[in-house]
Nanobody, 119 residues
Framework: QVQLVESGGGLVQPGGSLRLSCAASGSIFRLNAMGWYRQAPGKQRELVAVIGGSTNYADSAKGRFTISRDNAKNTVYLQMNSLKPEDTAVYYC???????????????WGQGTLVTVSS
C-alpha cells in the first residue's frame, strides 16, 4: 500500500524553528493532497496546513508556517518558525492519494511526530 515516514520533531525553545518532513512510498499513482494536522493533549486533531490544488493554512499557522512539497520525492515539508508553547502537539502527516491494483483513492496518516515548544 502506502507508507509515510515522518521526521523532524523535537524540543525547541519559544521563538525557534523546526522543519518537519514526511516521505511517502508505495504503489502511488497520483498524489492528490498532502498536509499536516496536529493534536495537543486533551484536544481534537486539527488541520495545520494542506497542499494540493491550492494551499490552505489554519489561522494559527498563517505567517509562521510554510508547507511545501517535492513531487519527485513524494515528500511534504512543514517549516515552522516563531514557534510558541501552544504549538506543542503531536504532528501527523496526511496524504490523499490514488493507488494502483486496483486503482482507488486512499487517505493515509503518518505515525505522528512530537513537537514540544518550551524553555
Amino acid at each position: 500500500q502506502v507508507q509515510l515516514v515522518e521526521s523532524g520533531g523535537g524540543l525547541v525553545q519559544p521563538g525557534g524553528s523546526l522543519r518537519l518532513s514526511c516521505a511517502a512510498s508505495g504503489s502511488i499513482f497520483r498524489l492528490n493532497a498532502m498536509g499536516w494536522y496536529r493534536q495537543a493533549p486533551g484536544k481534537q486533531r486539527e488541520l495545520v496546513a494542506v497542499i494540493g490544488g491550492s494551499t490552505n493554512y489554519a489561522d494559527s499557522a498563517k505567517g509562521r508556517f510554510t508547507i511545501s512539497r517535492d513531487n519527485a520525492k513524494n515528500t511534504v515539508y512543514l517549516q515552522m518558525n516563531s514557534l510558541k508553547p501552544e504549538d506543542t502537539a503531536v504532528y501527523y502527516c496526511y496524504l490523499a492519494v490514488h493507488v494502483l491494483n486496483p486503482l482507488r483513492s486512499l487517505e493515509v496518516w503518518g505515525q505522528g511526530t512530537l513537537v514540544t515548544v518550551s524553555s
